[in-house]
DNA sequence: ACCACAGTGGACCGGGCGGTCCAGAAAGCC
DNA sequence: GGCTTTCTGGACCGCCCGGTCCACTGTGGT
């Protein structure tokens, strides 16, 4: 029932060893065995910490990787505060998936798992968290006037979060940061209009 | 070698039966039994119009319904020439996209048959397309000076694309379609402005 | 009428992979 | 030190699914 300090330790370095493999190349196809060699384990210890089997392993994966997206864009994305800070983040965002490239940890994980409501859960709380934080940034821009009172926080924030996924989407595909880019720095121009 | 008549048209009857599989649900994956089934074709067949199996068929599905993306924005994706035709424009996508839903035909085609070259230059082309009528869009507007000449036409029109692309990614695991509504009326205003 | 080749059906194969099971090795607990 | 519970290893199973093969049936050309 409960876990040991050593069975904690197994669980968490399956999750990030599963975590690394994805991250470091893009195999259309991640296998349980693949993980179970990679992290030095084995079936019975993968079913033991996930007895749901891969749906369960993955989205823990999938939580953990989301906390990352955010995590990368510290401490910038808290702290939309002045031109400056969005001009770092905007850099931040361009450069965290342009050293990403084509790999999209979540983006494999997710075309693999389905569309569970699991997965779609880790997706949107992930997007509300985004969001909220791009919202946050432009109320805060409005009180202290550096941005005209006539743009919608909430709306803006969406364009950006829309923006950003699909920019990636096209690094993704393309290999090319343009989009990403285009899209973010559009954006700002609207905001700083 | 040929391909007689009935050939051909067996040949279309498989893609298009295809296709609309795709379209109806979304089944993480489709397999080439599926298929067979509802062409009502055999494995011979199959493999004796798309000898390089699962992909090629795959990849010609993908043409097929990277056609139908720009079709379903005409005539409006064509003539970007007052803001009345952006608007039509506008609206077309968000309800073509709303109707879809959850299933992205493309997207689901994607996801299975990786990230062949093949499939990128689909995508490619696709988006290159998209974005190419977009900027002329723009540029007409400019040239009619309707829009003020500080914008950059290829620039915003990658926004535009990377805004949709991210929009409909977030209709299709969220259900909603405000990211992309948001997005496409974001930029909307960044050009009206 | 014949023949060559396109079209069709479906049995069959083999590998991959998620999942099961159980036996044995540690590790807590009294 | 014994008992229970957790941890670990890996053999094994069974299905799914892409792909092969071959026999049969049109069909069109001369």
Redesign the interface.
């Given at each position: 029932m409960g876990l040991t300090a050593k069975g904690r330790a197994t669980r968490q370095r399956i999750i990030e060893g599963a975590a690394a493999y994805l991250r470091s190349d893009?195999p259309?196809g991640v296998t349980l065995d693949d993980i179970r060699a990679i992290t030095g384990t084995s079936k019975g210890q993968i079913f033991h910490y996930f007895p749901d089997g891969k749906e369960e392993l993955f989205l823990a994966v999938a939580r953990h990787e989301a906390g990352r997206v955010l995590d990368d864009q510290q401490p910038h994305l808290g702290a939309l505060t002045s031109w400056a800070a969005w001009d770092r983040w905007r850099d931040s965002v361009v450069a965290r998936y342009r050293t990403q490239g084509?790999n999209c940890p979540l983006g494999a994980l997710?075309?693999q798992v389905?569309?569970t409501p699991g997965?779609?859960e880790v997706?949107?709380t992930l997007?509300n968290r985004w969001q909220f934080h791009v919202r946050e940034g432009i109320e805060e821009m409005q009180e202290a006037g550096l941005v005209r009172p006539g743009v919608d926080p909430e709306?803006?924030a969406?364009?950006f979060?829309?923006?950003?996924?699909?920019?990636?989407?096209?690094l993704r595909?393309?290999g090319s940061s343009?989009?990403?880019e285009?899209?973010l720095?559009?954006?700002l121009?609207?905001l700083k209009?």
């Amino acid at each position: 029932m409960g876990l040991t300090a050593k069975g904690r330790a197994t669980r968490q370095r399956i999750i990030e060893g599963a975590a690394a493999y994805l991250r470091s190349d893009g195999p259309a196809g991640v296998t349980l065995d693949d993980i179970r060699a990679i992290t030095g384990t084995s079936k019975g210890q993968i079913f033991h910490y996930f007895p749901d089997g891969k749906e369960e392993l993955f989205l823990a994966v999938a939580r953990h990787e989301a906390g990352r997206v955010l995590d990368d864009q510290q401490p910038h994305l808290g702290a939309l505060t002045s031109w400056a800070a969005w001009d770092r983040w905007r850099d931040s965002v361009v450069a965290r998936y342009r050293t990403q490239g084509r790999n999209c940890p979540l983006g494999a994980l997710m075309s693999q798992v389905g569309s569970t409501p699991g997965a779609a859960e880790v997706i949107s709380t992930l997007l509300n968290r985004w969001q909220f934080h791009v919202r946050e940034g432009i109320e805060e821009m409005q009180e202290a006037g550096l941005v005209r009172p006539g743009v919608d926080p909430e709306k803006t924030a969406a364009a950006f979060i829309a923006g950003i996924q699909g920019g990636v989407q096209v690094l993704r595909s393309s290999g090319s940061s343009t989009h990403l880019e285009a899209s973010l720095d559009t954006l700002l121009d609207y905001l700083k209009a």
